[in-house]
C-alpha cells in the first residue's frame, strides 16, 4: 500500500529566506508525484507534478522539487518566500503503472507554510 | 472556463438527519473524487468515480455514506443518520482520465453537525 509523511505540519518561517517542505512516500511501485498548495479560504491547485524524466521539476510561484528515488522522497523547495506564500502544502502521490486499476490519490497530512514579515 | 463547484457551501445540520452535498465537475472530466479534510487529518479519499461507475468505495467510513454520479457529470454524496464526526470539509475534485493529470478542486463544503 502506498503512503505519504509530511513529517512537518507547522513550518514558520522569515519573508525573503528559503524554505524545504518535506515529503516522504512509500511504495512498491512506481508513481507520479504532486504537491498542491490551499490558500486561506480557497480551493486545492497544483503548484507542479513528476511524472517522469529530469528529476528537478519546476512550478508555479517560483517552487520546485527534487524527486530522490532512493530516498523515497520528493520535497518542495523555494529559495525566497513571500508573505503570500502562507498556505497549506499537500504533497501526493498516484500509482504510474499502466496496467494499474486504480486512480487513486494518497494525500499527506500538510504542512502549514507560515511567513513571517 | 468554470471550475469544479460544489453546493452548498456550508451546511449546518442536527445529529441524526441526512444530507446531501453536489459537486458538479469541469465539463469533459470523466474522473471525480471526494475527500474528507479534517483538522490536521489531511485529505482523506472517500471515492472515486469513473464514468458513472464507482470502481473504488474503499474510503467510504461507514454505510451511512453513499454517492452517485449521474450522466458523467453531477455527483451527489449522501450522509445518512449524520453523527458528530462527519463534521467536516468534504472536497470534490475532477480530472482528465489518467494519472498523471491534475486534480481540480472545487471549494469545499463545510459540514457541521450538532
Known amino acids: 500500500a502506498q503512503s505519504v509523511t509530511q513529517l512537518d505540519s507547522q513550518v514558520p518561517v522569515f519573508e525573503e529566506a528559503p524554505v524545504e517542505l518535506r515529503c516522504n512516500y512509500s511504495s512498491s511501485v512506481s508513481v507520479y508525484l504532486f504537491w498542491y498548495v490551499q490558500y486561506p479560504n480557497q480551493g486545492l491547485q497544483l503548484l507542479l507534478k513528476y511524472l517522469s524524466g529530469s528529476t528537478l521539476v519546476k512550478g508555479i510561484n517560483g517552487f520546485e522539487a527534487e524527486f530522490n528515488k532512493s530516498q523515497t522522497s520528493f520535497h518542495l523547495r523555494k529559495p525566497s518566500v513571500h508573505i503570500s506564500d502562507t498556505a497549506e502544502y499537500f504533497c501526493?502521490?498516484?500509482?504510474?503503472?499502466?496496467?494499474?486499476?486504480?486512480?487513486?490519490?494518497?494525500f499527506g497530512t500538510g504542512t502549514r507554510l507560515k511567513v513571517l514579515a | 472556463g468554470a471550475g469544479v463547484s460544489q453546493s452548498p457551501s456550508n451546511k449546518v445540520t442536527e445529529k441524526g438527519k441526512d444530507v446531501e452535498l453536489r459537486c458538479d465537475p469541469i465539463s469533459g472530466h470523466t474522473a471525480l473524487y471526494w475527500y474528507r479534510q479534517s483538522l490536521g487529518q489531511g485529505l482523506e479519499f472517500l471515492i472515486y468515480?469513473?464514468?458513472?461507475?464507482?470502481?473504488?468505495k474503499s474510503g467510504l467510513p461507514s454505510d451511512r455514506f453513499s454517492a452517485e454520479r449521474t450522466g458523467g457529470s453531477v455527483s451527489t454524496l449522501t450522509i445518512q443518520r449524520t453523527q458528530q464526526e462527519d463534521s467536516a470539509v468534504y472536497l470534490c475534485?475532477?480530472?482528465?482520465?489518467?494519472?498523471?493529470?491534475?486534480?481540480?478542486f472545487g471549494p469545499g463544503t463545510r459540514l457541521t453537525v450538532l
Open positions: 501526493a502521490v498516484s500509482d504510474a503503472r499502466t496496467t494499474s486499476g486504480t486512480y487513486k490519490y494518497i
Open positions: 468515480f469513473q464514468g458513472n461507475s464507482a470502481p473504488d
Open positions: 475534485a475532477s480530472s482528465l482520465q489518467t494519472r498523471s493529470n491534475e486534480q481540480f
